[in-house]
């Protein structure tokens, strides 16, 4: 079965292990936008000098540069039974975009996994994740950036929304993840 998914929420709340844990579970590549962008930093790539100074503020990645990744990523062969994109789209302007891209194959998404953490708790991981950009005051423009730009996405895909408890224990949030799909 084909599965054309997307994975939502605040970073902290354990979106990118999530999504790992899926993608395996379903046999579809997990696309992380923020992996691609941090192996092209690491690669010492055009994209990874370009996509650095707004990474490390905290900001976001101009969208058509974005968008260029992801349109490369998603024309690869292994997405051919669906994929399971984490951390895109990530404002209004990058989901219709998205909607034309996948228009034009033909396809489109058939979930949205929400997975849904209060402040506190997502603030309370990020710093306790020690990655050397997560000061307080990156972590505060990030979740700054993710209620006004990304959580209107919410609204926007409606009716193919799931929303997911994220605090827990990793492998509980793994199986409320299935079951929410299985239910779908
Ligand atoms: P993440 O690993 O998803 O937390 O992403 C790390 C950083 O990469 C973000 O703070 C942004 O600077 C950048 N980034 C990731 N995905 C996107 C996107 N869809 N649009 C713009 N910037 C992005």
Known sequence: MKHNLMIVGPQGVGKGTQAALLGDVLGIPHISTGDL???????GT???LLAQSYMKSGNLVPDMVTE???AQRLMEKDTRNGFLLDGFPRNILQATWLSGLLDGKQDQLDHVIV??????VVMER???RGRA??????????LEIYKAETEPL???YGSIVLHVDGVGAIDDIHRRVLVALDQA
Do not use: H, K, Q, Y
């Open 37 to 43: 962008f941090r192996s092209n930093i690491s690669l």
């Open 46 to 48: 055009e994209l990874g």
């Open 68 to 70: 260029r990744m992801v």
């Open 115 to 120: 997975l849904d953490a209060p402040d506190e």
């Open 126 to 128: 990020m710093l306790g």
């Open 133 to 142: 950009d997560d000061t307080a005051e990156v972590i505060a423009t990030r």
């Open 154 to 156: 919410i609204e926007f």
